[in-house]
């Protein structure tokens, strides 16, 4: 009867203890860690270890912190009993939480040699991370209930936050990827073919038809060679823009046989009664640093940004 009782009564206790820690919200701190990862492993959908570091209550202390021994009160048993007086010469024993342990059933003296009184101890826990092709930059990968863990605490959680590295030659934005090329002036105007290495290890061959001028910063899309999109969607595209290279000098025969290839050009119309007022100027080279102002109070007017006026007190 009595180790019925004892063990009702450390049940009931257990059990409020564990209702005051759900009821209060106490919770260990969360794990947190950063993963690099390459454009490739997201585009491919690769699978990588993280080893955690995290704080677990010390077994060998139960999270006391202090060596463990039997309670001499309660033997163990974290209930003693006392005697209550019901009716004039009528007396009953009542179980109640031993005073000395708390209701543990264990006291402690001197630092615990696992824990050296820290009550938790550290250790490493390997993640499997399996990246999905839908992946985000700085993303959280959450694994519930794998963070620190102290005594009379809910375990955190292990978040791992996914770093995508710059790529050599692409840049993710959203589900699409982005690229450039340069190409010269002859290549813009008469075609040109171009080669891809796509990040699971393909080659794409782009071409540019003949006649299809391509302008300055113009930028094509080559569909569903993105990245892929969730919920099942098409992939995204692969955006390539274009900047030309244009040649530093020509010779004046080339010149000359371009003005015969390509549409004349515009005429200048100078009117007769204002021919004598036409100066003929150069062109040279803009410098930025030949075109500022060498005095600080002057009132040019490349002292001021325009649309910014001086205010006079």
């Known amino acids: 009867m ?20 759900r009821a209060l919200n106490l919770r260990s701190d969360d794990v947190t860690v950063c993963l690099d990862i390459t454009l490739a492993d997201v585009y491919n959908g690769a699978s990588k270890t993280v080893i955690i570091e995290r704080k677990r209550g010390c077994t060998g202390c139960r999270g006391s912190g202090r060596v463990m021994t039997q309670c001499r009160a309660c033997q163990g048993n974290g209930i003693t ?6 009716y004039p010469g009528i007396v009953q024993q009542v179980p109640r939480q031993c005073a000395m342990c708390r209701g543990s059933g264990h006291s402690g003296r001197g630092n615990c040699p696992m824990c050296h009184g820290a009550c938790s101890v550290i250790e490493k826990r390997v993640l499997d991370v399996r990246i999905p092709k839908t992946a985000s930059q700085r993303e959280e990968m959450v694994f519930h209930q794998l963070g620190h863990h102290l005594p009379r605490t809910d375990p955190g959680d292990a978040i791992v936050i996914l770093k995508i590295a710059a790529h050599h030659e692409y840049n993710m934005r959203g589900i699409h990827l982005f ?23 393909r080659k794409l061959l782009v071409h540019t038809p003949p006649g299809c001028v391509i302008q300055p910063e113009a930028v094509r899309a080559v569909q569903g060679e993105g990245m892929a999109a969730p919920h099942n969607m098409p992939y995204g595209n692969l955006y390539i823009k274009f ?14 046989k371009l003005k015969e290839l390509l549409p004349p050009p515009s005429p200048v119309n100078i009117p007769d009664r204002m021919a004598e007022d036409v100066e003929e100027v150069q062109l040279t080279p803009y410098d930025p640093a030949l075109n500022q102002p060498t005095d600080p109070d002057s009132d040019s007017d490349y002292a001021h940004p325009p649309g910014v006026q001086c205010v006079h007190q």
Do not use: H, K, W
Request: aromatic letters at 8%; charged letters at 15%.
């Open 179 to 201: 690229a450039e090329r340069s190409i010269t002036l002859s290549e813009a105007i008469c075609g040109t073919s171009l080669t891809f290495n796509t990040l699971d290890d």
């Open 2 to 21: 009595f180790s019925e009782m004892f063990g009702g009564a450390a049940g009931l206790l257990s059990s409020a203890e564990a209702m005051v820690t």
């Open 243 to 256: 900047n030309i290279v244009y040649p530093e000098t020509m010779s004046a025969e080339c010149c000359a």
């Open 81 to 86: 009993m006392y005697t209550v007086q019901v």
